[in-house]
Nanobody
Framework: QVQLVESGGGLVQAGGSLRLSCAAS????????MGWFRQAPGKQRELVAI???????NYVDSVKGRFTISTDNAKNTVYLQMNSLKPEDTAVYYC?????????????WGQGTLVTVSS
């Protein structure tokens, strides 16, 4: 059973920084891609950033130039470095991984971590 465990959320003032981490644990799996989504109150969950196993990245326009996604493949961990945070970045952030187990690809989610940006 593959699990994702997130950490790093919290309260920060506008203009500040936070780094989120998400570690995948389990046995006999590989990862095609990992990403971060967020869901603000009353809004739909949206993709924030994604990184493939080959290192290709993509970001939602609203975070380009401020957020950076990266991985430590040896640790099966994905990070989201968030700089110049804005109140509109306030949301629950969820880690997602496309996990390959044998011939099956699964979409796994972390438990979510709250990021609150005060003005």
């Amino acid at each position: 059973q593959v699990q994702l465990v997130e950490s790093g959320g919290g309260l920060v003032q506008a203009g500040g920084s936070l780094r989120l981490s998400c570690a995948a644990s389990g046995s006999r799996f590989s990862i095609n891609a990992m990403g971060w989504f967020r869901q603000a109150p009353g809004k739909q969950r949206e993709l924030v950033a994604i990184i493939t196993s080959g290192g290709l990245t993509n970001y939602v326009d609203s975070v380009k130039g401020r957020f950076t996604i990266s991985t430590d493949n040896a640790k099966n961990t994905v990070y989201l470095q968030m700089n110049s945070l804005k109140p509109e970045d306030t949301a629950v952030y969820y880690c997602n991984a496309q996990i390959v187990v044998g011939t099956i690809t699964l979409s796994k989610w972390g438990q979510g971590t709250l990021v609150t940006v005060s003005s």
